[in-house]
Nanobody
Framework: QVQLVESGGGSVQAGGSLRLSCAAS????????MGWFRQAPGKEREGVAA???????SYADSVKGRFTLSLSNAKNTLYLEMNSLKPEDTAMYYC??????????????????WGQGTQVTVSS
């Protein structure tokens, strides 16, 4: 049973930073396809950052240079370091994983495991 548990969300002012964590259990980190997604009220869920089995990382254009995805194999944890936060980054952030790497990247369809989400609110 794969379980993904996010933490680290909160409320910050614009320009601030947060670090999200996603603790995975029942999921092998030896060949991962995982990512971070977000969904703002009234909007579709969108990809923020993702890592594939070759450890290539992709970012949405809107977060490039501000967000950094990293992985700790020892801790079975995925991280998202978020700097220079903007009000438009406000959303529920989800961690996701693929049971079998079908497609790398920021589309939601290949991901079949999802966490419960952690709220990020950025005020101006």
């Amino acid at each position: 049973q794969v379980q993904l548990v996010e933490s680290g969300g909160g409320s910050v002012q614009a320009g601030g930073s947060l670090r999200l964590s996603c603790a995975a259990s029942g999921y092998s980190f030896s060949s991962v396809c995982m990512g971070w997604f977000r969904q703002a009220p009234g909007k579709e869920r969108e990809g923020v950052a993702a890592i594939d089995r070759d450890e290539r990382i992709s970012y949405a254009d809107s977060v490039k240079g501000r967000f950094t995805l990293s992985l700790s194999n020892a801790k079975n944890t995925l991280y998202l370091e978020m700097n220079s936060l903007k009000p438009e980054d406000t959303a529920m952030y989800y961690c996701a994983a693929q049971s079998r790497c079908r497609a790398a990247g920021l589309h939601t369809w290949p991901y079949n495991y999802w966490g419960q989400g952690t709220q990020v609110t950025v005020s101006s």
